[in-house]
């Protein structure tokens, strides 16, 4: 039996965060995770950083999280974030009087708001609507939420956690003062003693704390996103108004990331319709026409856990709380529900905060000023090195160390520069069992072709076969469906013959 002071439940960005910050604080700390990091909502969300302009008018407590920990995040995890700034925009659609109430709000939360002319904004964004109405620069970036998870779970480790990925929770009880989990990992079944549970499980929170006797009221939302090939903006570009459907472009990586939807949803087997990318991109033409001329290679879709039912998911706020289960008799079990990627930070420093009242001895909070991946600022003139840098920081020099082996030479995924040596690097960890896991910490397989090419390249590093081929391109194509129209079609039927020579029907979901 493992006995550990803290078990956090949840690998997003969240639970790691957790984790890493009682790790720091010297608690001996254990976290579970069902599938692998950041495979939930925390890798299904719109990658961006919000400044908090976009909630400045309608939910002022979540604009002012958003405020405080975007500067926080951008000193302490600068690997993963493009500062891309930030655009909002106004339309002959939309209300005019929007921009009067926009500009005080953005103040009062101590966002910064720049109204400035719309010949500067067209060019800054060439490809902005001719008949744009108002601008206002803002501080939003581009951030990589896997990577950020990723980091988490480095330094958490480096600091004492122990931090499982495919490590389903089996059952939970109260068992003598204390808390009784059964997981399983790989075909072992372990029991762990702990004195605390920390429960980061978003969407499936409740789930977690009804084998305890606890319920949490969750509003479950659903919001569905387009990636397009290429960058069509230089900035993050938001819809001057309420916050809607299809009024956010992000820049990230080597493409586009339109959202979002806001609709019910379930956490299970979530995903984008096509009705709902031909909307979304119907509803970003009225600010960014030439979406027209660009190819959607993929959508997706993720479920955000929001504290309370009696709101619609956009109404519903975006601020996050910490519950002490001790009100429904259950105490040393503590969740935490609602917020947004860019207040992970905030939100794992307040569940340690009570996690440390609970276990009776204060440790304070050093997440706010240590960094998460110390980075590594020498240049390199090498693409594949440049690239490694930018995906995982300071180290960018241990992944490339297998190199010089002849077996690892070359490319591995062309769309993202991603080399076979990287490839390599991460199929040795143990934390990487399919092509999936692999493709989260390379970025190969996210490119323009979808996985194409280099899917084969990731099978063979793992040493795997073709039915695990199949069943990685039966999970893609969950993505890939929602976009079978215009050039995309072509591309796919490309793909699909290309794979004949393998025995590979990418359109084959699993179980079929």
Known sequence: MDRVEALVIGGGVTGT???????????DTMLVEAGDFSAGATGANHGML??????????????????????????????????????FIATRQDDPTYLDRFLPACASAGVTAREIGVKEARELEPNLAQDIQAAVEVPDASIDPFFLTLGNVSSARRHGAVVFNHCPLQTLRRKNGAFEAIVGLGEERRTIRSEIIINAGGAWADQITSMVGAHIPLCVDKGSMVVLNGRLVN???????????????????????????????????????????RYLLNEAMVIVPTIVESRAVRAYAGVRPLLGTGSSGREASRAFQVIDHAADDIDGMISVVGGKLTTFR?????????????LGRKGSCRTA???????????????????????????????????????????????????????????????????????????AGMGYCQASLCAVAMISTLGQGVGELQAYYGERWKGTEPVLFGEQLRQEAFKAHLLKVYGIDPSREAGQ
């Open 235 to 277: 900035r993050l570009v938001n819809r001057l108004r309420p916050p809607s459907d299809g009024d956010i472009l992000v820049p990230h990586r080597t493409g586009t990331i339109l959202g979002t939807t806001s609709s019910p949803g379930v956490p299970k087997d979530i995903r984008a319709t096509a009705n709902e990318v």
């Open 50 to 87: 919000h400044s908090g302009a976009r909630y400045a008018v309608n939910d002022p407590i979540s604009a002012r999280e958003c405020a405080g920990e975007s500067a926080v995040l951008r000193r302490i995890a600068r690997y993963c974030i493009e500062d891309t700034g930030g655009l």
């Open 369 to 443: 000023v240590e960094e998460i991946v110390p980075y590594d600022s020498e240049a390199s003139s090498d693409l594949t090195e440049e690239a490694a840098r930018l995906r995982h920081g300071g180290a960018w020099k241990d992944v490339l160390s297998e190199r010089s082996e002849p077996a690892w030479a070359g490319q591995g995924c062309g769309c993202e520069a991603v080399s076979r040596t990287e490839m390599a690097y991460f199929a040795a960890s143990p934390d990487v069992r399919d092509i999936g896991d692999l493709m989260r910490r390379t970025r």
């Open 346 to 358: 905030l939100m794992a420093e307040k569940a340690a905060d009570l996690a440390s009242i609970k």
């Open 17 to 27: 965060g957790i984790a890493r910050d009682l790790a720091m604080r010297g608690f």
